[in-house]
Nanobody
Framework: QVQLAESGGGLVQPGGSLRLSCVAS????????MGWLRQAPGKEREFVSAIDDAGDTTYVADFLQGRFTISRDNAKNTVYLQMDSLKPEDTATYYCAASTRSHYDLRHNWAGMEYWGKGTPVTVSS
């Protein structure tokens, strides 16, 4: 069983930056596909970004227009989401997710990842 613990959320002004972290335990981290999804109030959960087990392949939602960057440190069992040029519409709870499945299998349905953290809230407001 994989346990995921997110941190790094909070209140930030428009144009600011935040870095989210997610520490995984309970499984060999370097065999997990990792991802971030978010859910805003009243909206469905949506894909943000994902990274393969080796950190060689990344996926980022088109609507983010390159503002977010995903990375991982397999020595620290941690995946990161660097969020820059934040906008009020980025306000949401951000969830870390993990899967034992390949990113090739998941890329058409990231919400199908098996393991989820409890989420960390991000509020972008002046």
């Amino acid at each position: 069983q994989v346990q995921l613990a997110e941190s790094g959320g909070g209140l930030v002004q428009p144009g600011g930056s935040l870095r989210l972290s997610c520490v995984a335990s309970g499984h060999s981290f370097n065999s997990l596909t990792m991802g971030w999804l978010r859910q805003a109030p009243g909206k469905e959960r949506e894909f943000v970004s994902a990274i393969d087990d080796a950190g060689d392949t990344t996926y980022v939602a088109d609507f983010l227009q390159g503002r977010f960057t995903i990375s991982r440190d397999n020595a620290k069992n941690t995946v990161y989401l660097q969020m820059d040029s934040l906008k009020p519409e980025d306000t949401a709870t951000y969830y870390c997710a993990a899967s034992t499945r390949s990113h090739y299998d998941l890329r058409h349905n990231w919400a199908g990842m098996e393991y989820w953290g409890k989420g960390t809230p991000v509020t972008v407001s002046s």
